[in-house]
């Protein structure tokens, strides 16, 4: 199995995400789950992060708080996606299970350099300032990393919070534009493939008639996760973005893309967060990240529904 670092703000698509790696061990090892401010203040991603791992069975998962707050700027959230609690929908029990002692920054940087170099791949699935303070504060990481596989952004397809900006990059375009220029190996999962890995009533009640508390948990996030895609895109359903980062962990081959140049866009106000991606190759700019640009979404779903099932 690979090694990861799940770097998330749960979020519904975050729990479902989680899931998966949970329900994956003989493909993915979970070495912790470290929190950042995103879609919901840090005090309900790290609760949702714990009551995610209960729900699967594992509150002896090590679940770390991180940073409170983007580099540089204030806290933009997503409770109008995502709901108040972050994770609107089922109703799940508090969650009992305690925090890991120790900032999820250092937890990051102590299993770069103790794990050999080239073993860990970092899972980042909110905004990118954990990372990128793993990399400030700790530059020697970066060549320990065997990958950063992340869901962020988007070309062709645009943005999701503003015309050209996808959330996790807005939040904290500082900090995703340290991780784009680290150096490291980067996968990245932009809307334009999340986009695609849509939920529709059909894949829906699958995950309900799996019959387990995850199943109908899963269901009922999705349920309500919809609600928001449908109303604003007319969307089939609701995008399961950041499953795709764990299932790529498990089968790459379900999705395509380039290896190209990619920059974020930090100066203009118009424009702040957006990835450039120069999927034309029209720059002589140095490739630094696979850009997906589709994906096989039965595959997908049908890998989802199985591993899923065994929870
Ligand atoms: C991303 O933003 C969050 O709302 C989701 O959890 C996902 O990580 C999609 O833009
Ligand atoms: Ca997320």
């Known amino acids: 199995p690979r090694k990861i670092i799940i770097d998330t703000d749960p979020g519904q698509d975050d729990a479902v995400a989680i899931l998966l790696a949970l329900s994956s061990p003989e493909d993915i090892d979970v070495l912790g789950i470290t929190c950042v401010a995103g879609n919901v203040p840090l005090p309900l991603t790290i609760k949702n992060a714990r009551i995610v791992c209960e729900l699967a069975g594992r509150p002896d ?8 707050r983007p580099l540089g700027r204030d806290l933009v959230t997503a409770e ?25 920054v250092d937890f990051i940087i102590e299993q770069l350099r103790k794990q ?46 503003t015309p050209t900006a996808e959330f996790n ?62 109303e604003k895109y007319g969307s089939n359903g609701a995008p399961l973005h950041d499953p795709c980062v764990t299932a790529y962990m498990i089968n790459p081959d379900l999705f395509k893309g380039r290896h190209i140049n990619v920059e974020i866009e930090t100066q203009s106000e118009l424009t702040m967060g957006m990835t450039v991606a120069d999927w034309w190759r029209v720059t ?6 696979t850009f997906m640009g589709d994906l096989d979404a039965d595959g997908f779903f049908a890998l989802l529904t199985e591993r899923l099932a065994r929870l």
């Open 61 to 68: 998962m090590a679940v770390y708080a991180g940073c409170d």
């Open 116 to 161: 050999d170099t080239g073993t860990v791949t970092l899972c980042p699935l909110g905004p990118l300032t954990n990372i990128a303070t793993a990399l400030q504060k700790a530059p020697d990481i970066a060549e320990r990393i065997a990958g950063i596989v992340l869901m962020g952004g988007g070309y062709f397809e645009g943005g999701n919070i």
């Open 80 to 104: 109008h996606v995502h709901g108040k609690t972050g994770l609107d929908g089922p109703s799940l029990p508090d969650p009992t299970m305690p925090m890991a002692e120790g900032h999820a």
């Open 284 to 289: 002589d700019r140095t490739p630094n990240a």
């Open 169 to 230: 990059i807005y939040v904290d375009p500082e900090a995703a534009d340290i991780v784009f220029k680290s150096g490291a190996p980067i996968v990245v999962m932009p809307l334009d493939v999340t986009h695609k890995a849509l939920v529709t009533k059909e894949r829906n009640d699958a995950f309900r008639a799996i019959g387990t508390p995850v199943g109908v948990a899963v269901a009922e996030m999705t349920d309500f996760f919809e609600r928001f895609d449908k």
